[in-house]
């Protein structure tokens, strides 16, 4: 079957053809008609030499197996030959490849024996002398290696071509059999964080529009009886009611699938959450400045998360030999979480177009609450993760 080839390389193909016959024209005149002819066919088997090598190679045979019907004398355009075997090798399919092999060995034969007994024969040369007998022999095993070694190593060339580019064509596919599946790893994981953020804001705003609910049933009883009272209420409903504000902009609209009944952590739960990692071996250095702001439920969540899975990251991968650095800087805007840990020896550093399960949940995590995250393997062997959350997104006046 004709191989799939751009027009480009088919006409490219039939110019390099062009070329060789130009060139062995001057040698094949001097022979005459016949050797004309004979190129002219080994010429066309250059032409379809990628288009379709098993015609290619019959070609070829036509024209070598002419040539000594004719008894035409070794030309130039007998390498033709050569490139013929090699884009058998290189570009047919699989039997066309082996005939290719097969053709070399069967061709080199016949060569040997036109050229050291037929063509002699024919111009008249005899073999009476035992030592002209010997140098026969002599000279038709020289001819056999020389021409099964020149047919062999143009199929060889061809096969080793066609070994590269299959394993290129191979490298490829993987890298793109990869970045498709990193690709669809991190959609998954981004969608199931997204799904985990829509039900900790579920609960958040359900929590907020009950409390919100509740005042508002005492400041209106209390109204009449107790001004102050309903003052009061009516404060506490105007900070919960702009909390709730901001977490609901946390939301994005996305859709919650299967929800839990755990309660939410927040930020009085690290204590909790250090306390059982170093009970799983991992030594935390914990360093806190500065004074806490008031920081909204969804913030609070988002901070404990982006610590809970930097501390899960740390002992997955990094060296529990080597102390985890925790640090909390707080400030009026909001906190800054930096969390340094040594990673092992025997875990290669993330490739920068690698996707991980747990940076992008983070980084959606931070990005949600108004926020930002970097995660850096730097060459000294240490994982940082830095991650900056603000006080309170989405607060009106």
């Known amino acids: 079957m004709p191989t799939r080839i751009s027009r480009a390389k088919l006409t490219t193909d039939i110019v390099l053809a062009?070329?060789?016959?130009?060139?062995?024209?001057?040698?094949?005149?001097?022979?005459?008609?016949?050797?004309?002819?004979?190129?002219?066919?080994?010429?066309?088997?250059l032409a379809v030499r990628r288009y379709d090598p098993g015609w290619s190679l019959a070609i070829a045979w036509v024209a070598a197996l002419a040539q000594m019907l004719l008894l035409r004398d070794l030309q130039l355009y007998d390498a033709a030959v050569l490139g013929v075997l090699y884009s058998t090798a290189a570009h047919g399919g699989r039997v066309v490849k082996w005939l290719g092999l097969g053709s070399a060995g069967v061709g080199a034969v016949l060569a040997t024996a036109y050229l050291a007994w037929v063509k002699p024969l024919i111009d008249g040369a005899t073999?009476?002398?035992?030592?002209?007998?010997?140098?026969?022999?002599?000279?038709?095993?020289?001819?056999?290696?020389?021409?099964?070694?020149?047919?062999?190593?143009?199929?060889?060339?061809g096969l080793l071509v066609r070994a590269v580019r299959d394993t290129r064509e191979v490298r490829r596919r993987e890298e793109v059999a990869n970045?498709?599946?990193?690709?669809?790893?991190?959609?998954?994981?981004?969608?199931?964080?997204?799904?985990?953020?829509a039900r900790d804001m579920h609960d958040v705003v359900a929590h907020s529009l009950a409390v919100v609910i509740a005042q508002a049933d005492g400041a209106r009883f209390a109204?009449?009886?107790?001004?102050?009272?309903?003052?009061?209420?009516?404060?506490?409903?105007?900070?919960?009611?702009?909390?709730a504000l901001g977490d609901v902009r946390l939301l994005l609209a996305e859709l919650r699938h299967h929800e839990t009944e755990s309660p939410q952590p927040v930020l009085d739960d690290l204590g909790v959450l250090l306390d059982q990692v170093r009970a799983a071996g991992l030594d935390i250095r914990l360093d806190e400045h500065g004074v806490r702001p008031e920081l909204g439920t969804g913030q609070q969540i988002a901070v404990y998360r982006i610590v809970q899975e930097g501390l899960t990251n740390a002992l997955r991968h990094g060296d529990a030999a080597q102390p985890v650095q925790l640090a909390l800087r707080w400030d009026d805007a909001g906190v800054t979480v930096e969390l340094v840990n040594a990673r092992r020896?025997?875990?290669?550093?993330?490739?920068?177009?690698?996707?991980?399960?747990?940076?992008?949940?983070?980084?959606?995590?931070?990005?949600?609450?108004?926020g930002t995250l970097?995660?850096?393997a730097g060459d000294d062997g240490l994982f940082r993760l830095t991650a900056r959350i603000p006080a309170r997104t989405g607060r009106t006046a």
């Open 127 to 157: 073999f009476a002398a035992p030592q002209d007998t010997i140098g026969t022999v002599i000279l038709t095993g020289v001819l056999f290696v020389a021409s099964i070694a020149v047919l062999v190593l143009a199929w060889t060339a």
């Open 18 to 45: 062009g070329v060789f016959a130009l060139v062995c024209l001057p040698f094949a005149l001097l022979g005459g008609v016949s050797d004309v002819l004979i190129l002219v066919v080994f010429a066309g088997a």
């Open 179 to 197: 970045r498709e599946r990193e690709l669809a790893e991190y959609r998954w994981v981004v969608e199931q964080e997204r799904n985990r953020i």
């Open 345 to 370: 020896a025997d875990v290669p550093p993330p490739d920068s177009h690698a996707f991980r399960h747990g940076i992008p949940g983070m980084r959606e995590r931070a990005q949600l609450a108004g």
């Open 223 to 243: 109204a009449r009886a107790k001004p102050e009272s309903a003052v009061d209420a009516l404060g506490t409903i105007a900070g919960v009611a702009r909390g």
């Open 374 to 376: 970097q995660a850096v």
